[in-house]
């Protein structure tokens, strides 16, 4: 009986250490097991950020643009034809603007934004990425989700009524 208490911290750090071990291991798999056409998309990307920056106001994304600023994202691309998905991330800062963008998903994202590579390769190409970013929200070629609780509570109802209340126009 006195060795109980021994083994029962020794096995509640061997499953401490497995967790963990999965957990990391996920994460990193998460990042580098992305498609062959992510690496040009990301790069596209890249290019279409400084764009994006120079050029957004709020008023580009409509009246819920508000509820994107400071959010954490993690943006899921399908391929639309295949089973394959890549994962980007990356920051809305206070003035709507573009940071943090990596290739893989953030482990303290606030929201995920799905949509498919074609609507990627739009905004990338476009002259106004706002606008067609924006669009694509209200034609739902990208669906916003919460991750926390509260997030998902609050992009339900955004997702609910924000077309029939313009909250994108």
């Known amino acids: 009986m006195t060795f109980t208490p021994a083994v029962r911290g020794f096995i509640a750090v061997t499953l401490s250490i497995l967790v963990l071990g999965s957990v990391v291991t996920a994460g990193v798999a998460a990042q580098t097991n992305q498609p062959g056409w992510a690496d040009d998309l990301y790069t596209d990307a890249e290019t279409m950020v400084s764009t994006y920056n120079e050029q957004v106001e709020g008023k580009d994304l409509g009246t819920a643009a508000g509820q994107l600023k400071g959010e954490k994202i993690n943006l899921v691309i ?23 963008l990596k290739k893989g998903a953030r482990d303290d994202a606030t929201l995920e934004m799905a949509t498919n590579r074609q609507t990627v390769q739009k905004i990338n190409e476009a002259n106004s990425p706002g606008f067609v970013f924006r669009n694509a929200i209200k034609s739902r070629d990208i669906s916003i989700n919460g991750v926390s609780t509260v997030n998902k509570i609050k992009w339900t109802v955004i997702n609910g009524v924000g077309g029939a209340l313009g909250l994108f126009d």
């Open 78 to 100: 399908s391929d639309g034809q295949t089973a394959e998905v890549a994962t980007f991330s990356f920051r809305m800062d206070n003035e709507l603007r573009i940071t943090e």
